[in-house]
Each structure stands twice: as C-alpha cells, then as structure tokens.
C-alpha cells in the first residue's frame, strides 16, 4: 500500500558496498540523468562523498533529487547517542555529501538507543532546515510506535524486504499508521535470481528476474533501493516502473515457499 502524501519516490538507487569512488559517483550521475530521482547511502557505507560528487556531476538540479542518509549504526557509535552526538553525525553526513540539508534522515538501527533524544533531536534538525524529513530504518512495529510517540511525523521505515522476507505484517502495520515502506535488498542478496516462480514471471512477461522482482514491490506499494553499478543494470531496474504485474503473477510471488533474512546481525532487535 502507497502511503498517499509519502515524499519518498518509488524507485531509487542503492549504493550499499559501492565504495570506489569514480564507481560510485559514474553510479549516481548515471542513474539520475536515466531519470531516477532517490538515491540511498548512510555514513556506515563510507560512500557519501562519491555519492555527492555524482549529484553534483549530474545534468540535473539538486533541488529534484531525492537524497536519503542515514546516522546512528551501531558501528559508528560509542555509548549512548546524545543530542552533541547525534548533531555531529548529521553535520558530517551532510559535509560529506557536499549539502547544506537532506531530504531524507533515517535512524540506521534503533538498537539500545534512547529513542526520546534521537527523536526530539532528528526533530529539530528538521525543524531547523537541516533534513526535510525523518525516518526509520530496521524498526520493528514496537520501535516504530515508540518513534512516532516522540515524532508522529516520522515518514518512512526501510527495512531488508523482498519475495523471500515479504514483510507481510509489517507492511500492513506501518500502513495502519501512515509510515512508508522502503525495501532495502530488494533482491535478496540476488538470491532471486534463483527462485522458479520469480523465473516464470519473468520469462512470461520477456523481462529480467530483477525487473519482474522489482515489480512485485512496486504492485505493493513498497519504495525499493536496488543497489547498481553498471548501466545496464541501472537501466533494467529502472525499467520494472513500466511492468505492470497482474494479481495472479502477484499473488504467485506471494505464496513462494521459501523464507530467509540475509541481514540478521547480533545487535539486530527481536524480530
């Protein structure tokens, strides 16, 4: 389901382990001026500053691209975020893309955090023009409720979605409370290239197991940040908009027999 008034564009680009800087930059500039306008990092994926030299380099205005980061991985905090903290990690995320705001800030993981000081804290860097919008990323349903209690105009939540982790509740939780639905690894870990039934979608319809994946998110209504480097595959992924999955093929996606989380780390929540 497409949360109605949701700021975040259906399709954008992934980066995750794109960290060669001419790569990734190329990437980005490629993929925007194909016409993708969202485009996924985080401090943790040590990409940020190619990531703005592709914004940058692009034929198209800043003001239309879709740029989300992300703070707070448990890997790049020591003992508990503060509000000093929190405000150094978006400063540098923010220096590092060569902006002066982002239009998206998701919390990487809620962890042990306090999630009152992360909250009011992300809150009022938006309320200072520092991010347009806040959101969510690894958040169970509990996590999710806990946020928008300190912040109901948290927007998003992304989180490791795909035909064999469909999310199904989670989906219809954050629906029944006006959060989007981001996919991160929208093709599990390209596990889906893998799976008969998502073979035979695509075969029937002429396209890549990738295309007809991506489709499967779209006809759900979940925003998806495929990761992609080469231009072939940037320009397949973006494809999948124009693939207009039938219920029964949908519905066939749905019902595959197999489940399986590729991201599942020791300082994951209780899923």
Sequence with gaps: ?????????????????????????????????MGYRHVDTAELYDNEEPVGAGIEAADVPREEVYLATKVLHPRHVEGDPTRASIREAVDGCLSRLGVDSVDLMY?????????????????????????????????TPDHVERALDVDPDVVANQVELHPLLPQAELREFCAEVGVDVVAYAPLAHGEVF???????????????????????????????????????????????RT?????????????IDRRERFFDSDYAPDW
């Design 243 to 255: 693939l207009d999955l039938p219920e029964s093929d949908v519905a066939a996606i749905d019902d």
């Design 1 to 33: 389901m497409v949360i109605a008034d949701s700021p975040v564009p259906r399709l954008g680009l992934g980066t995750w382990q794109n960290t060669e800087f001419e790569q990734c930059r190329d990437s980005v500039r490629t993929a925007l001026e």
């Design 194 to 240: 893998d799976v008969p039934e998502l073979q035979r979608v695509a075969d029937d319809h002429g396209v890549s197991v990738a295309r007809a994946t991506l489709a499967w998110h779209l006809a759900h209504g979940v925003a998806a940040v495929p990761k992609a480097t080469g231009e072939e595959h940037i320009r397949d992924n973006w494809a999948a």
């Design 107 to 139: 919390v990487h993981w809620p962890v042990d955090y306090d999630l009152d000081v992360v909250h009011t804290t992300l809150a009022e860097l938006r309320d200072e023009g520092r991010i347009d919008d806040v959101a969510v990323s690894n958040y």
